[in-house]
């Protein structure tokens, strides 16, 4: 049973739009929540977080917006570029057992020129 | 400053062969982790340590074992290989603290036929 489940599986912008992938987790007792980009070939790299303290965190183009009564967080991309084309995947896991992380199944984004 | 490397980037076994994968960081970090990325599943912990000489199963350990001798190393063993574990496996490692952000590595494609 998937700890984290995120959609969609992929996901088609034009240059300059807005990218939102989305997750919901079930277990309460996560209380930090990762986003990872990953291109071609390469490890995901941290890329933005959130703790359930807040309802959004933004960095640059990148926000995460997060809803602790519904168990969703998402991650949106303003001004989408072809160089943000990556597969994203969200993560959850509890402070006091910070060495389980579960990911949810990925979002390839293809940014269109 | 390498970072996470993984030793080898590709490698094809017949099943019932055994193999190491290889993960070294020289960020002098306390945390290791090994997962496993499969299309759809995103990535699953396999198994981690908190620090040289210790060692504890992740979410799919089944199949795996680890070693951590040296606190730069980080070391994952197929004893019996099994079309199963077939994957992209990645290590990871990260300092202790209030850091929580993971340095991934850039992988090793096993294909086990």
């Known amino acids: 049973q998937q700890q984290v489940k995120q959609s969609p599986q992929s996901l088609i912008v034009q240059k300059g739009g807005i990218s939102i992938i989305n997750c919901a987790y079930e277990?309460?007792?996560?209380?930090?929540f990762p986003w990872y980009q990953q291109f071609p070939g390469k490890g995901p790299a941290l890329l933005i977080a959130?703790?359930?303290?807040?309802s959004e965190k933004k960095e640059g183009r990148f926000t995460i917006s997060f809803n602790k009564s519904a168990k969703q967080f998402s991650l949106h991309i303003m001004d989408s570029q072809p160089g943000d084309s990556a597969t994203y995947f969200c993560?959850?896991?509890?402070?006091?057992?910070?060495?389980?992380?579960?990911f949810g199944s990925g979002t390839k984004l293809n940014v269109k020129p | 400053n390498a970072g996470v490397t993984q030793t080898p980037k590709f490698r094809v076994l017949k099943t019932g062969q055994s193999m190491t994968l290889l993960c070294a960081q020289d960020?002098?970090?306390?945390?290791m982790y090994w997962y496993r990325q499969d299309p759809g599943m995103g990535l699953r912990l396999i198994h981690y340590?908190?620090?040289?000489?210790?060692?504890a199963k992740g979410e799919v350990p089944d199949g795996y074992n680890v070693s951590r001798l040296k606190k730069q190393n980080f070391l994952l063993g197929l004893e019996s290989a099994a079309p199963s574990q077939t994957s992209v496996y990645f290590c990871?490692?990260?300092?202790?603290?209030?850091?929580?952000?993971?340095?991934f590595g850039p992988g090793t494609r096993l294909t086990v036929t």
């Open positions: 990871a490692s990260r300092t202790s603290g209030t850091n929580y952000e993971q340095y």
């Open positions: 277990n309460t007792a996560f209380d930090y």
């Open positions: 959130i703790r359930p303290d807040v």
């Open positions: 993560a959850a896991t509890t402070l006091y057992n910070f060495n389980k992380f579960y």
């Open positions: 960020m002098n970090h306390e945390y």
């Open positions: 340590s908190v620090g040289e000489g210790t060692t």
